[in-house]
DNA sequence: CTTAGTGCAAAACCTTTGCAACTCT
DNA sequence: AGAGTTGCAAAGGTTTTGCACTAAG
């Protein structure tokens, strides 16, 4: 998937070291890539793991992350932030349902939304680098 | 506008009380139509007028006015909760274009993401009740 | 060796809560 | 009178920061 010399690249470029504890906090999110991981999330793990590894400088590896573009920064409205692994090319954005019931998270994809967002775009006279779509509702099994 | 009686209407439904606090956090939002108001702001405009108005009520009066769908939470992504008047009936949302240059929040409508969302929510089984969309980007006076 | 990164604890923020005093209805 | 409301201060929860120590290049 994320390949180690690859990272290592990325690090190189902006004159980063390569450390245990960056190499380590990816891997977890190639092992739990179907989850949406706070900075707490991401602790508990190395704490089970017995990782020695503190909490600043998980903090501090999330941000180093998002700013390669190895993490995705989200923000799902449930007051911390939250991160998961960025494809490395994907022509669509995807977004997240969020169950106001369960709190499980649903991804999607919606070519439609981006042909809107695209619309935008041209008509505001702004340039959209990055958009976050976040839907609230109930989910297929919370609605009966 | 919001007429003093509609607002008491409301809060008597509720078995919640008129005060002076209440009244006076929501004529801010009348003179401030304009702009996304975070607790904070919202306090530093009372404390100008020396309201001896206190923060937790602030917070507390918020959250009613939201309850209440007088005001729209909104979460722009600062790490604070933001504030705006809820039109009283809108059929298509807006949403909000955010300049990562110069801050400037802009209002977009779009009748094409509305019919984007619908879609998602006859695809995916879920009961859509809210959705957030917030782009982020450049506007055209920091673009150059 | 030199510079960047780490862990810890403390600080910084935003928000919520407990409680005695107060005020609408 | 009685229930809801307020202000203050304290507590909560998440994220950031200062600093001495450690490890990568």
């Known amino acids: 998937m ?9 690090l190189r470029e902006k004159q980063y ?7 380590t906090v990816l891997e977890i999110f190639v092992d739990f ?3 949406h991981l706070s900075a707490e ?11 020695g ?12 992350l998002a700013e390669l573009e190895l993490l995705e920064k989200l923000d799902l409205g449930d007051g911390r932030n939250r991160y998961e692994m960025k494809p490395l090319k994907r022509s669509v954005r995807h977004h997240h349902l969020i169950c106001m019931s369960c709190g ?6 919606s070519a439609a939304i981006q042909r809107a967002l695209n619309a935008i775009e041209h008509e505001s006279g702004y340039s959209i680098i990055d958009h976050q779509v976040k839907l609230y509702g109930y989910c297929h099994e919370c609605r009966k």
């Open 2 to 10: 994320i390949d180690i010399a690859f990272f290592e690249g990325l």
């Open 17 to 23: 070291k390569m450390t245990v504890q960056r190499k």
């Open 33 to 35: 890539s179907e989850r």
């Open 41 to 51: 999330d991401v602790y508990g793990i190395l704490r089970e793991r017995a990782s």
């Open 53 to 64: 590894i503190g909490l600043a400088t998980v903090y501090r590896t999330l941000e180093l």
């Open 104 to 109: 499980k998270i649903r991804e999607v994809d």
